[in-house]
């Protein structure tokens, strides 16, 4: 055996080489977003508006309600928590967009995007391994959204006056870490599957936007739509295949208490919930791997590896 | 002027092509609809859980803001389709110099682009008004009579829209790849300030001044006084005609027309000067 096939296939030297890639590849997304400082202004900033606009809602029905209530101070007192609790939903939903924005456009449609503007064939030919490649994306693409994700979070507490109540702290940062993982896992696998495919891929992300907003319970506790007879439990499965639905559901329970909203709009208590996402952060991130392993076979077999703008 | 015509023509085959043929016409249609459905579900189901945990249904609020959101699908296809062909064009397709060296306004080849997206999201929005009339109760009663002024209204609600979507797009001559914080940001500004969602009124009174500075908050007023005018949800609006509306919307889309040639070209001047017309940002 010669001296090099030797070293390659050194499990030290392995290791050393994937997480450099994973380095390498999340670099341009942690540095590149501090030489370009009004990324923060476009991806950061903006995107509040709109996740005001859902606060607001909240609050103009609040304040309708405050009307006709007048005179009942109990009544009164209950919409108020009503309101903040779902006010609360809404921040809480909106850190969560972020990470599924990411997840789409800058994980599920990367390999997609790499191949349009000429960047596949050089990952392709590097000798690491190509779920180092995707851990990298994940890992920059984390950070790149956490400035968001805080971002809403701190205008929800500081604008909006949200109140949250954290008991068990520990336990929202396993859920909320558990969650991504699952989310990222989710991305790396059809990030795979988007190698095959031409501009579908790009249409099938803008697809999962507002459709997975609704099923997934984004801007509204998830259980309402089991209270809605007829379709709203089978929305409501389909949208429990995205993470994001039961790690949203967890984390407002672990932060407005189970006993908001009359405790009638959950799914599952915190634990069974972070199992289930335990057990699909583990599915995704082996299915990626196989998926990423196939896929990039059969690209290569059908010759649509490099082929751009189809 | 022909060879605007030209242009335009041509532009606009090109950005319905390359809207549809990705797929085939029905998944497209299916496609178009899906999305703005869904967004029209989110506050569907928004409201039925404010209903449920407070025992209180409020069908005029509900129907002030499906019959906004259904028109603010506008907003977001129409600035969208404007101001993501400077840099879809740039940094995916990489096509934006020999567009840019053609022998042609680009300012109307953008406009041109636009327009199959106004197309699409016409569609989007008479299919989720339908939806909404037949299946939730949604209140829309418009007379005959109150057509003409609808239709004036539209098409002055939608020269505004194109107008704000190139000066944008002049804007992202000289920004990096931030279409979707763009997309995102910008419509998120008049979802919050335009009335869209809700009255004018719940916002404090620095977000009211700034809402009654934005054309659009005139247009979501009067489209939904034409459209639904049983609802007696109080706009602050009240004091202004229909026709005064339409005036100021005739006024607005002239002084944005004017604005965005001035944007546009400003922004233009700098991305040659910097030679930023063709860059890429490929992070």
Redesign the interface.
Known sequence: MSAGTVRRTDLRYRIALNLRAVVGRSY??II??NR?P??I???G??????????V??????????LE?AAGDPAAQA??KA?TNA?VASVVLGGTMVAFW?NVL?SMASQLY?EK??G?LQLYMMAPMNRMALLGGMAVGGMFMTSVRAVSTLVAGIVVFGVVFQVADPLMLLAVFFVALTALYGLGMMFASLYLLW???AW?LS??M???I???S?????VG??F??PGWGPVVAILGSFVPATFGLDALRQLTLSRTA??G??WIFDVKTELYILVFMAVLFLILARYSLRYLELLAKREGKLTSR?Q | MNTFWRTFKVAAWLGWEMDSNWTEPWLFIVYSVVKPVAGAFILVLMYTVFAIIGSRQDPAAFSYMYVGNSFFIFVGSVLFGTFQVIQSDREWYQTIRYVYMAPISYYVYIVGRAVSKIGVAAFAVAITLVFGVYFLGVQVHMTLAAVPLFLAATALGLAVLLAIGICLGGVSFLTAKHTHGLAEGIPGIFYVFCGVLFPLSVLPDWGVAVGRAIPLTYWFDLTRRLLSPTLGVETTLSGYSDLAILALLLVSSVAFFGLSLLIFKTGEYFARKAGKIDMTTSY
């Open positions: 341009p997304r590149g977003a370009e009004s990324w202004f476009f991806e900033l903006l995107p509040l508006l709109g996740i005001a606009a859902y607001f809602i909240y609050q103009s029905f609040g304040a309708r309600a006709a209950a919409i009503n779902l924005l456009w995007w349009e503007i960047n031409g501009r579908e249409n803008a697809l936007e507002e459709p907003f609704f099923s319970g984004f801007y509204f506790p309402g739509l209270r809605v909203f009359g009638q709009l703008h």
